[in-house]
């Protein structure tokens, strides 16, 4: 039988159950729909799963006479689909957001400071109140909100909130006296960065990209112990949803060797793909010695740069002003010469470069730094978030075999705000996954969690759907942009097993492949559309290991 040591010990990793390095099975799945994501089979009744990898897929009896002496594990006649992959995330944070106050969803600056009020009771004296997850849009005027609101719920008591994004962060007045009021309220405009002001040019607690050093840099750090309850929370939930791989987006050296740790004490259940931060020290210390494949758990062959902001908080560098906001045009994170030398530097270290752009003028200056730079199809080079694009540049995405590294729900939270922020012409260049797959750009699919919910079939329904959770608008937001099934699938697990220069061990249940993979409560292949949001992961394995769920 399967062993549920894993599983019993990823359930009680808080209460500081000691986690041994979890025994590969060896079993034929039987009764089953399972969707291999792999052409020469596309779906198979049986798998065969020996010493923790694929060994063949097929018709039980076929399976069965080929490995006689496999015990059976029937997975009920549900679907089976590879583990799912997050090609664009942000692990601890996954975990840290669980730590703090969480403002997602909120409908209203009054819901948000009720979250706030509650949070509080579990701070001692004299403890800064963290969080994140606002998102303006979401609320009756849209506006941003100001260290007002909360003053009047924590006058004493310093806060401090990221937006969703993470591109924008909201304090209060006694934050911003720690941080120097005087001194945030003389000060410029920081390059890549704005502190929002009223009409009469004073700070209103709202700070944009650079900008949020100002706050940031006094603020508490949390601790190591922090850090490692963070990640443990983030395994437990990836399990939880069926994530068997996610790509980190920009990660440092500690970070780093607390994923080797955690893979060294055995409770490190997940294939993760890192994407070294630019300008850290973990950029020079692997630039052209990189660790590849850490226990098979742990790939560092990529970096992470960032051009520009977000839409919602009007940070995305757009070549025109934005539709609602004459006069601005986002923020550029670092010139374009800057950014072409250290595309050059990343090339030249035999870096895969992976670069944040949301506005059509990031993802120009991305364009033209990677061509610059000589980069060819063979280095799979990436764009993270391609969200708003010319129409006319997808020649050259498709040329330099760029890979549109996109998060399905990223459309379905902004539909709301992104058409009037870029306007009817240019929002056809937005969130365009069909189009650009149509032109032969591949697409490596993500949530960018804790940015939007970690559970990948969130963004598989909006992928197919172009839907909110509230199943609106009806027909889908500029429905041509959908996607089939299959190719969401796969985008969610082949493509972005590709984008990280791992398809030929993950992202199908083809033979030799390791067998990572997830038993659902519904047919997602299948099922009307809005039975996907009602979808449940039933099981989840890893390594041919149970580490989530149970077939019974």
């Known amino acids: 039988m399967i ?62 006479d080929a490995y006689p002496d496999l015990p059976l594990n029937s997975a009920g006649g549900r679907a089976v689909v590879p583990g799912f992959t997050d090609a664009h995330a942000h692990f601890v944070g996954l975990g840290s957001q669980r730590l703090r106050a969480d403002l997602r969803g909120t409908a209203s600056i009054e819901e948000a400071i009720s979250i706030l009020i509650d949070f509080e009771s579990t701070l001692g004296e004299g403890d800064w109140l963290l969080g994140g997850g606002w998102n303006q849009t979401l609320w009756p005027d849209r506006e941003f909100p100001t260290r007002q609101d909360l003053d009047a719920h924590f006058p004493n008591r310093p806060v401090w909130l990221s937006r969703i994004d993470g591109h924008a962060a909201w304090a209060n007045t006694q934050a911003m006296n720690i941080a120097g009021f005087e001194e945030i309220s003389a000060a410029q405009d920081p390059t890549g960065g704005a502190i929002i002001r009223d009409g009469e040019g004073v700070p209103i607690g709202i700070f944009v990209d650079a900008a949020m050093t100002f706050v940031r840099r006094v603020a508490p750090r949390e601790t190591a112990e922090f850090f490692d309850r963070a990640l443990e929370m983030a395994l437990a939930e990836a399990a939880q949803v069926g994530l068997t791989g996610v790509h980190d987006a920009g990660i440092d050296s500690t970070t780093i060797n607390r994923y080797k740790r955690f893979i060294d004490e055995g409770r490190f259940t997940v294939r993760l793909y890192g994407m070294v931060a630019g300008g850290s020290s973990a950029f020079e210390e692997y ?103 010319e129409l006319s540049e997808i020649e050259r995405f498709t040329r330099l075999g760029i890979i549109a590294s996109m998060q399905p729900t990223h459309a379905t939270s902004d539909l709301n705000m992104a058409e009037d922020r870029v306007g009817p012409h240019r929002i056809k260049g937005g969130y365009a996954w069909r189009t650009l797959l149509d032109a032969g750009v591949p697409l490596a699919f993500g949530s960018d969690f804790p940015v939007e919910k970690a559970n990948p079939l969130l963004g598989f329904f909006a992928s197919v759907t172009r839907q909110t ?46 067998a990572d993979f997830v038993v659902l409560s519904k047919d997602i292949m299948t099922v009307p559309s ?21 077939l019974e």
């Open 287 to 389: 630039c052209n010695n990189h660790l590849i494949d850490y226990g098979e758990r742990l790939t560092i062959r990529s970096v992470k740069f960032a051009l520009d902001g977000a839409l919602g908080s009007r940070g995305a560098a757009l070549i025109e002003d934005y539709s609602d906001d004459p006069g601005n045009r986002g923020l550029i994170r670092t010139t374009p010469e800057e950014f072409n030398e250290r595309v050059q530097e990343a090339v030249n270290c035999g870096y895969q470069v992976n670069t944040h752009a949301i506005g059509d003028l990031g993802n120009r200056v991305l364009l033209d730094a990677y061509e610059l730079a000589g980069v060819t199809p063979e280095g799979r080079h990436r764009d993270e978030h391609t969200q708003i694009i």
């Open 469 to 514: 959770e509230d199943l609106l608008p009806e027909g889908g937001w500029y429905p041509e942009e959908r996607l089939t099934r299959e190719q969401t699938l796969y985008a969610f697990t082949k493509g972005a097993a590709w984008a990280a220069f791992q398809d030929d061990q993950l992202g199908s249940l083809s033979p030799g492949n390791h």
């Open 3 to 64: 062993s549920r040591l894993t599983f019993l010990c990823l359930v009680l990793l808080f209460a500081g159950c000691d986690q041994t390095d979890p025994v590969e099975g060896s079993y034929i799945l039987s009764d089953a729909i399972i969707y291999t994501v792999d052409e020469e089979m596309p779906v198979a009744e049986a798998m065969a799963v020996v010493d923790g990898k694929v060994a063949m897929v097929g018709h039980l009896d076929d399976v069965q």
């Open 530 to 550: 809005p039975q996907i949001l009602e979808t449940e992961v039933v099981a989840t394995f890893f390594g041919g290991n149970l580490i989530y769920g149970s």
